[in-house]
Every structure is written in C-alpha cells, then in structure tokens.
Nanobody, 123 residues
Framework: VQLQASGGGLVQAGGSLRLSCAAS????????MGWFRQAPGKEREFVAA????????YYADPVKGRFTISRDNAKNTVALQMNSLNPDDTANYSC?????????????????WGQGTLVTVSS
C-alpha cells in the first residue's frame, strides 16, 4: 500500500487548508485511516482517525471542532479539512492506514505510512 499526502502549504492564522491522502494498492475500503503530525523538535502526535466505513471518527483535543476527517472509498482517498488554523498547527502531516479497520490514536496500530505534507501557519 502506498499513501501520498498532499495539500499542505503556507496559510495565515485563522485560515483553512484541506489535506488529501491518496492510497494505491491494498484494499483501502477495509482500512481505518489516520492523520498524524510532527512539528520541528517535537514527537509525532495523533490528529484524527476514521474507521473503514467513514461512520466513526475521532480527534485529538487540540483540533476538535476545527478539523474534520472524511473518506471516499470509491476514490481511495481520505481528507483532512482544517479550519481556524493557528501557528501551533504548523507541522508535517502524514496519513496512515490501519489494516485493523478502525483507526487508532496510537501510531503503532498503523501498518502503512505516507511521507507527509508540510503545513505552515503564520501569525
């Protein structure tokens, strides 16, 4: 399974970005999917996850109410809509696939990882 994240860029505080992750190979529709981020000098942290069906999703506290994860199993894509961005959201954002179908907030639960896309939020 290959995962390719895109959509990152430079945005001002208060702005929005939409990240997308395209999957190839494997059976995307059966995987739970997650987004993680890593800021310079910091550990990787969980952002959001969604189950295989798209009916269940959950978020890290810092992004609740601002970010929305969604998926399109027909297109093998998962998206992360990010609104009300602030400088603390600056990080490299990666998508990951969990063969266990449900997604998780723990990185070790994921089987496949993409390279990530950089998001920079200026103040």
């Amino acid at each position: 399974v290959q995962l390719q994240a895109s959509g990152g860029g430079l945005v001002q505080a208060g702005g929005s970005l939409r990240l997308s992750c395209a999957a190839s190979g494997g059976t995307f529709r059966t995987y739970g999917m997650g987004w993680f981020r890593q800021a310079p000098g910091k550990e990787r942290e969980f952002v959001a996850a969604i189950d295989w069906s798209g009916k269940s999703s959950y978020y890290a506290d810092p992004v609740k109410g601002r970010f929305t994860i969604s998926r399109d199993n027909a297109k093998n894509t998962v998206a992360l809509q990010m609104n009300s961005l602030n400088p603390d959201d600056t990080a490299n954002y990666s998508c990951a696939a969990d063969k266990g179908s449900w997604g998780s907030n723990y990185p070790y639960a994921y089987d496949y990882w993409g390279q990530g896309t950089l998001v920079t939020v200026s103040s």
